[in-house]
């Protein structure tokens, strides 16, 4: 993007703008590259989806970069694999089967109504059909090189986790729950919690995986308090929002400099995407006292002390995104990461 909402912070020392990386993998590492010899940066992090990117060509970077490695990170991102890695874990996936044809997904049509169907890659649950219709199915057309995956519906309370490992060390964790979305999927407004099984999956997958970075994962916990795990999210997400009154102590456990006794756990209450809030939930959810009530109670990520520049920021890169979906016929959460998506495709093939 031309105009992010961390351009206008006070703590943005330089804004440069890259090459796509999705259209051009290699192009965009190149100039990568150079600015981080140019600027002398010591290290990388990743936000979203050009995590993917990153790791492929982390190798060539000439500083510390904060992801695991590609083979990782791509087992994560597919949704059937990592159903499979989390077995025997405290909170292992629902039943997941792999479709790689119309015909599988037609097989299961009678029964549809029990189950959820998306694609391995994918992300916001942007095309994720929940308890379908046969004639919903019937616009599904996986193939081996982009499939789908049904996965068995569970009910209950949706959480979702933010976390930073260290060589696999747990060294920050939050969960939430998104009570407001955009939709059926990214959550704009964070009320935390902290089950136990949650917790004690992210340490597990930490001990198996030696995962470094960013990572976030989608539960459903069940009436009796049990927890299953949707999907991984291998990059940062919005939990990260829940620290926000601990600055330096997120620094600290964002390059391992955190005691070990405990990971940093969030401190404060809810957040929430104000503008968001008022733009794609309230037309909804604004009859209600409830609604209200939540957007009361809540702090904006955006209000920084000092700090004035990106709430008025976020209506020029919402511009940006509005102009972009347009452009490429995708809708707003579509096109925000329309650049940085990685969808299984091979690194270094131009799309």
């Given at each position: 993007?031309?105009w992010?909402?961390?351009r206008?912070s006070?703590s943005?020392?330089r ?11 290699a ?6 590259r150079?600015l981080?010899?140019?600027?002398k940066i010591?290290?990388?992090?990743p ?5 993917f ?9 000439p ?8 083979d990782l ?7 059937y ?8 874990w405290a ?7 792999l479709?790689e044809?119309?015909?599988?997904v037609?097989?299961m ?5 029990g ?15 929940l308890?379908?219709?046969a004639?919903q199915?019937?616009r599904?057309?996986?193939?081996p090189?982009?499939?789908?995956v ?19 060390r ?14 059926r999927?990214?959550g704009?407004?964070?009320?935390p ?14 001990a198996?995986t030696?995962y ?9 916990e ?9 999907e ?9 929002h829940?620290?926000s009154?601990q600055p330096l102590q997120?620094i600290?456990a964002l ?5 070990e ?11 929430m ?5 008022l733009l794609?939930?309230?037309p909804?959810?604004g ?7 939540d957007f009361a ?11 004035p520049g990106p ?5 020029i ?5 509005a102009?972009?979906?347009?452009l490429?016929r995708?809708?707003?959460l ?8 990685w969808?299984?495709?091979p ?5």
């Amino acid at each position: 993007m031309s105009w992010p909402v961390s351009r206008a912070s006070r703590s943005a020392h330089r804004y440069a703008r890259l090459p796509e990386p999705r259209l051009n993998p290699a192009r965009w590492l190149d100039a990568l590259r150079g600015l981080i010899l140019d600027r002398k940066i010591d290290l990388v992090l990743p936000t979203c989806e050009e995590a993917f990117y990153l790791a492929s060509g982390r190798g060539g970077l000439p500083c510390r970069v904060l992801t695991s490695d590609f083979d990782l990170m791509h087992r994560l991102h597919h949704k059937y694999q990592f159903a499979r890695m989390s077995a025997g874990w405290a909170a292992p996936a629902p039943e997941t089967r792999l479709l790689e044809s119309q015909a599988a997904v037609m097989r299961m049509s009678h029964a549809a109504p029990g189950w959820v169907f998306k694609p391995v890659y994918s992300r916001f649950a942007s095309r994720a059909l929940l308890r379908p219709s046969a004639a919903q199915l019937k616009r599904v057309h996986p193939t081996p090189s982009h499939p789908w995956v049904a996965q068995r519906y569970v009910p209950g309370k949706e959480h979702c986790s933010y976390s930073l490992l260290v060589d696999g060390r747990l060294t920050a964790h939050a969960c939430y729950h998104p009570r407001h979305r955009v939709g059926r999927g990214s959550g704009i407004w964070f009320e935390p919690t902290d089950p136990a099984p949650i917790r004690a999956f992210v340490e597990q997958f930490g001990a198996a995986t030696g995962y470094n970075g960013q990572v976030g994962f989608d539960f459903i916990e069940t009436q009796d308090g049990c927890c299953r795990v949707l999907e991984c999210n291998p990059r940062a997400t919005s939990g990260v929002h829940l620290f926000s009154d601990q600055p330096l102590q997120l620094i600290d456990a964002l390059l391992g400099n955190a005691p070990e006794c405990a990971p940093l756990s969030p401190t404060g209450g809810p957040s929430m995407v104000g503008l968001a809030m008022l733009l794609f939930a309230a037309p909804r959810r604004g009859l209600s006292r409830a609604f209200w009530k939540d957007f009361a109670a809540a702090r904006d990520v955006l209000l920084r002390k000092g700090d004035p520049g990106p709430l008025p920021a976020q209506l020029i890169a919402l511009l940006e995104i509005a102009s972009r979906a347009l452009l490429r016929r995708r809708g707003l959460l579509a096109a925000a990461t329309a650049d940085i998506e990685w969808d299984g495709d091979p690194m270094g093939e131009a799309r």
